[in-house]
């Protein structure tokens, strides 16, 4: 921390928090260089650990005041490096933040401070025969604030959908350092909407009303076999065809098959080329009907082998392998990328395709694992760190598949977020005046450009002076530095 | 200034006219709230909308957004209104990937149209708001809904995509075509409700639903609010998972109560049974259709419609506020209506309503629609939480105050 | 566990470095951190003492802050269950522990602590200086630096709370070096005693040889084995843990399976294998060893039930030691022998995970932190309304009865081997929880 200015706000910190809540010395601030993207990596100037909103307004009002900048930080568990903090500012960790404010039932919602465990909230739900919704992978560590950031979604977003579904208000300190409430539904503009899934580039939220769902009277699940990913694809297609909303279709191919069976010996049918999991929620009879239909529907595809989970044991060691498969990869490969595309899903065979002919030409292997119903894909691209120019070689053949998204009409990110990784791909999708028109949110909100700055957008915009209309031109434009929209 | 205006119009009419095929001088009887538009313009495409849109940016034209005008009486008279830009020849079903259950249909589609087109392919937009006839963009811009909210939502939570042309005339995409999507800022959920003041929706892509094969309407009468409160609670923590649960009133001792049962056949029929019999608790005789009761999803009667926002539990404060001349309808997830006769003391109850929910729920009251005498001496919004960010958000949108001026909240 | 998680298939012993490499970074050992329950601060969860391993292994020095944080850590294990990439955090912290003591001076009161505890603890004589009223410590032939360590001040509380709290009919004669099996044989075992299991805990030992001996077993008690080396080596002191593991293997090396009631020596036994590898000599005796280890209630369910139970109408809190259910893997096997007791009713305590703040030299060395941990497993175990609480760790009990006692509440306390033995005698819940009033 060689900055006065940080030191001078790390002793106001202390001030602020006490000297338990403010770290500054570097061994221990290195421990915070990444989130759960560790290609990206820089040391935080300063981390704090406040414990209520009013000390995080505090230290907003601090940064706001020294232009420093600032990053809100959950769990630590993001894949797109939405949490990288900056060498020349303050990582605002919440993970001390972290009581269950109210579960109230009558009105199926609770309230809960940021740093609280996703899973947590369902936790403590479940005695009442309730739960929240969004269950991304990393539900067990994820922090809601975190979710919010990301609009995390989860193997059951196909039916439920995201987080910005399950997020009723939530109270943010915005970056002028004001506490204040965002609600849906209240008068005005839909800034919760906007706030969720903005990456921590808006503000940062310090108390959130979520809504809880009713636990499904019947959860059934069958794992499907089939020869081909073809074959597990027109079984999907198939079964969304019908006019089914299953709680999950996941998908697995030949490669990912091997390192799950590598990892957690999940016993998958031998053979198979794709494993489907269909996973059926809600009334006992509506499931029993559609779980026929599903069984059906599945052999007329070619399933050569379908298993139902008689109980939750046993739905347990069907999704085991899905759930191992990423950390799994690292049986089969040293090293491996993990991306994160989307498409319709009736593209589906053609991406594979592309996908495999990329493998192909290029040699380098790609084991896919997917969120099936809804198209979103995670190609695993695996090298060898210790080959000289692999993990070059990996990166460009990761890209290649955005591209194939985005020609399908996709996205370059289902629920991982854009943050520094993808911030990049970010003007293949959109044109230069859709990242334009979006940051003008940000403007709206942080016309200083301090908080979470160098996320999700590759080139920052010009705010011009705000509050009050922007007159004449902005000195910045006039000195030939800057360009004005 | 009444022939400062004329020139300007006439500049207008001209400007406009080499860039849209469809422009004419405003009517009075198309006044917006009773502001008449200098000029209508009618785009057939999103590139000539955009035109309108740029000229209005140079001639520095006030613009106001009209669908199919079944809520253009909602909210606030502009302030300005020189350009009225008609949407109706956007009117096309951009398209329809029925195995992807997307849609991408421009912003004056008839939501009528829309729904034949999808229902051709067994698909729906779950969205049931009232009155026929609204146009996609119309549906968006006031964030319309009705029953059915209670398990799909509202348009903030169906639109997976949003082109609006910006004040300066841009074309502007946010989402896409695909429902999983984190890419970029969920522009979609902004201007949802946005009145028009934030840019020119001309088309939006949205995630649909198969059509069930079944439903049930399952409906009782109630006369007691407790036992009502008590059913709706019932339901709604029973594992039935009703797509729709209503309250309705029109008169001060008279309550009925509506659940919509959807799926396959087997299935319906069997919660039909578990939700008459939670009913049935009640006290009340059970009636089960397949098809609405009349007053299913309709707004309130009334020349006063109030939009209450606020908790489930706020139904058993809302119903304390059926008086004469109000009429009430409420959907579980926590949202409803009054409609009021003039009669009513519309201001009144405003100000009763807003002190209950607003104090004890945590809930929002916003008139809709209300005659012009009233209007004049209510606030229309009520309090609004993070208003300054909302106009700096505004500010950048519309830095000049042309789009909609004074429509929305606090004059925005 | 250890073999579904050990070596990946063909590649030779892997070293630091490429043990760290196995870490991605996913954060899902934080929850089942309960350093990072408390602080939540990522220097004290797994995965940032990883990166502070990391930060020494790229050339950062051993500094104090790294010290503290490796000193913070409980060694509990949960990560190692938690993690999906099967990092082996348990060897990562031992060697880090090791690297500490080699290039970390520590200041003279705390190494005087720790000195006296690795005086004290491992030799049951020394420790039996302690037993019977506990005033007596202050005369006794205690070297002068335990006595002048403050270790005894900080253990007298625990010390005194489980004098009170042990089953009331523990009083116990030494046990012999062989106690025949009851009716036909079906195995000779051997049995480790332990050391604090030992002095503090004899009924535990009465108890676990006469459960064994009922179901059929000889029993063979080694006279000369000594302390199993757990302490030390979940300590980073490898030579002195490598010397206990040597007695030990010689001294179990005629029997075929070692039964052992103290969790934390079960899993140091069972990594001898690991300790010794690097040993020509002796690595192929360690692993022997290591194969033939068992926790009593691991071997009871393989052995599978004889004798039969008596009722014992009682509710009983069964508590994962950490050393048992994350280490070894054993969390089935108790309740399954508790569940096999007429009349008997087990509650799960609230986040069985956590550990309890023991930890072995832990809650003597950071005294606050154990302190806390133990206030909320005393919370969750007080949450189930159970009579007794039942453990395989004498750490775990004395932990968990004082934090119930500071929160004013007493619960009897008992190890699972108490427990059958109880049930199998049918000497019915009096043996175990003291009488209503």
Redesign the interface.
Known sequence: MESPALQALARRCERLLGTEAV?S?P??L???????L?THRATPGLVV?PESAEQIAAIVRACAEAGIPYVARG???GLSGGALPRTDGVLI?T??M?RILEI??????AVVEP?V?NLDVSRAARPY?YYFAPDPS?Q???SVGGNVA??S?GAH?LKY??T??HVLACEIV?PDG?I???????????????F???EGTLGITTKITVRLT????TVQTLLAAFGSIEAGGTAV?AI??A???PAAIEMMDALSIEAAEA?VDCGYPPGAGAVLIVELD?????????FGEVERLCREAGAFEIRVAADDAERALIWKGR??A???V??ISPAYLVQDG?????SLPGVLAGIDALSAESGVRVANVF?AG???LHPLVLFDDAEHGAAERAEEVSGKILDLCIEH??????????GVD?SRY?PR???E??????Q??????D?AGLCNPGK?FPTPRL?GE?????KGVHPLVEQGKAEQ? | MAAEGGAKARDALDALTKVCGDVRPGEPEEGVLGVVPGVVAAPATSAEAAEVMRTAAELGLAVVPRGAETRLDWGAPPARCDVLVDTARLDQVVEH?A????VTAEAGLDTGRLAEVLAER?QRLALDAPLPGSTVGGTIAT?AAGPLRLLY??P??LVIGLT?I?A?G?????G???????????????F???YGT?GLIVEATFRL?????AQAYITCDLTDATRAYEAV?AV??????PSAVEVVSSSQDGLTLGVLLE??P??V???TE?VSALLGAAGTQVRTAQEPPEWWGAYPDGTTLIDV?A???ALATLLEHRTEGVSLSWSAA??GYLGLTPEADPAGTLARVREDLGGRH?G?A?VRYTPEAVRNEIDL?????????????????D???RLSPGR???GL | MAGERDE?DGAEPRGLPELLG?C?????C??TCPT?VL?????DSPR?RI??ME?HQEG?PM?A??VQ?FDQCLGCMACVT?C???VRYDRLIEATRATVEEEHARPLPERALREAIFRLFPYPNRLRALRGPLRAYQKTGLERLVRRSGILERLSPSLAAMERLAPPLSRSPRLPERVAARGERRATVGMLTGCVQREFFPGVNAATARVLAMEGCDVVIPARQGCCGALSLHSGREEEATAFARRTIVAFEAVDVVVVNAAGCGSAMKDYRDVLAGDPEWAGRAEALSAKTRDLAEYLAELGPRAPRRPLPVTVAYHDACHLAHAQGVRAQPRALLAGIPELTIKEIADPEICCGSAGTYNILQPEAAAELGDRKAANVRATDAELLVAANPGCSMQIATALERRGARLAVAHTAEVLDASLRGLGREALVPRAG
């Open positions: 770290i010395d061994v221990r290195r421990t915070y260089d990444c989130d759960g560790t650990l769990s630590g568990t960790v993970s001390r972290r109230d039932i009558a009105n199926r919602r740093g465990i025969g990393s067990q560590i994820c990301e609009n979604g977003c959908g995201f910005a579904h915005t004001e204040t409430e965002l609600a849906a539904g209240g008068p005005g503009y839909d800034l919760l909407g906007v969720v899934g903005a009713r636990l499904p009277e297609s969304i065809g006019g089914m909303v990892a809600g009334p006992a009879a509506e499931v029993e009907h559609q759930k191992s990423f950390a799994a690292g049986r989307v498409i319709p899903r009736t969120h809804d198209g979103n009409g996709g996205s370059i990110t289902g629920e991982h977020g854009v993808k970010m999708m959109f044109t005046t859709d990242l334009d028109t979006m003008m949110v940000r403007c709206g909100f016309p999700v705010c705000v509050p009050g209309f922007r929209f | 990937a195995g992807d259950l997307v067994g964030a939502g509202t903030r939570d609006v910006r300066d841009r074309v502007a995409r946010s896409g075509k695909v429902v999983k999507n984190v890419a970029g800022y969920d522009l979609g959920r902004l949802s409700g946005s934030l639903h198969p059509i069930p094969a609670q709604l923590h029973s594992p039935a998972v799926g396959v087997e299935g029929a069997a919660r578990q926002t908790p489930p539990s926590g949202h945590n929002a916003v919004w009520g309090p609004v939480p993070a208003f300054s960010l909302m106009r700096r958000v505004k500010e950048q949108f830095p000049e105050n929305f909240v606090g | 990946r196995d991605v970074h996913c954060g899902f934080l929850p990072y602080w939540g601060e990522e220097m940032g990166h502070l930060q950062a500094s802050p790294m944080h938690a999906p990439s099967g």
